[in-house]
């Protein structure tokens, strides 16, 4: 008799034990895949060069501050607080003419109380070519004053899944009466 419990006991626990690791395993949170099962490829490197039109003047700007902080624009220079957000267009040459290639949406903040330095949160959407509808995620600082500005691509979509890579920044031009600016971007990207 007491054999006989025991097989039950020992054959209710494996059966628990089964169930258990059977519900655990649906549940996991994450898991393990292979870059094939998603599409991927071989990674490449990728250099793009366009140019950011930033329009804060005019009928139609592109570039409109959307909160102003009182308080510090009394007091500082670099308009400590204030946040834009943008919808640029990306040409492949300096002039507003010239073939559009993407626009820059998103937004930029002044960050710095001593300098101009933004905070720069904003995706490159592409609209030319077979990059038609990707994009390029950006965040990081711009310290406007400086010659050439490094910031990092934290990611994207379509052909930029799973991107990586930096932009360089260095400002092609800027008017001094209406705040209007061009800015080079040259993109290097890790993608698949």
Excluded: C, W
């Amino acid at each position: 008799m007491a054999t006989s419990v025991s097989k039950n006991v020992t054959i209710v626990f494996a059966i628990f034990l089964v169930s258990f690791l059977v519900t655990a395993e649906s549940h996991r949170f994450s898991r393990n895949l292979s870059q094939r099962s998603l599409g991927l490829k071989k990674e490449k490197l990728s250099h793009f060069r366009f140019y950011f039109h930033d329009i804060v003047s005019g009928p139609t700007p592109t570039a409109i501050r959307i909160v102003e902080a009182t308080r510090t624009n009394r007091t500082a220079a670099t308009g400590f607080g204030d946040i834009s957000m943008i919808d640029n267009p990306l040409t492949i040459g300096p002039e507003r003419t010239s073939r559009l290639v993407g626009r820059a949406q998103g937004m930029y903040t002044s960050a710095s109380l001593n300098e101009m330095g933004l905070l720069m949160a904003m995706n490159f959407v592409f609209v030319e070519g077979k990059y038609n509808g990707s994009t390029l995620s950006i965040l990081g600082r711009n310290p406007v004053m400086s010659t050439v500005r490094e910031m990092p691509v934290v990611g994207g979509s379509g052909l930029f899944r799973f991107s990586r890579g930096y932009v360089l920044a260095s400002t092609y031009s800027f008017n001094m009466s209406n705040g209007d600016a061009v800015v080079e971007f040259n993109a290097y990207v890790l993608h698949y």
